[in-house]
């Protein structure tokens, strides 16, 4: 793979365990023919002469590494498959242990995440940006749903004087208690190499409820973003049924 262009990291190593699916929650079919892998990809289609990707896998993953095969061959996407180290727990442990393949910009995606709606330009948006100067740049969706606030990893974001949308405040599954203080979810989130350790080091933190200080996300609280439309995490069966409701409807 060569180093010019920007990277693509799929962190693909949790179990789904909420599910107790008899395949990776990432091959769950959201469609005749399709699965929640596949809206990620399509994602990265519009934008794959610019970009690598890297998927971090778990153990059994091989039905996931051969339709990454598959798909990124059809794509021309160059592709690498590496294993996530136990060292380096969740998603954000396989973004700071892919640190060997960083690009020039990075962009983190999760996939059982899935939009309502497409968005083909917000990758090529988010990544730009690093590229502009911008250390890390999140792509939100702005959410009011105080259910969906307390559970997921939420943010603030407000207009700067330039008008660039930015993080105002973060927090990972922040509970009932503190919802108030944030207006949307975010999607995936992309950042520059030189940034990475602080930005994804705070994230790696919050996600394992060892951010206790403020100033640990100062880096998180730099963040630009980009707007995406509403999405649905594929973690919970309810949440599963609802989409294979709307998108059957």
Known sequence: MTGIRDTVILPLAGRGSRLGLPTPKELLPIGPGRVALDDTLDLLAP???RLRLVAVLGEDREPTARHLERRCLEMKLPLAVVRQDPALPESTGAVLGAAPWYGPANLVLLADQVLHAPAPTAVGKALDLIHAGQESVFLASMEDDAERLAADGSLHVARDAGGLLRVTDFADKPGLSGVERFNA???????????????????????????????????????????VGPFTDLGTWPAVTAHWTGASS
């Open 47 to 49: 934008h794959a002469g």
């Open 185 to 227: 979810v975010w999607f995936g989130y992309a950042f520059a190499p030189s940034a990475a350790q602080e930005f994804v080091g705070a994230l790696h933190q919050a996600t394992l409820g060892q951010a206790e200080r403020p100033h640990q996300l100062d880096a998180v609280l730099r963040a630009a973003a980009v707007e």
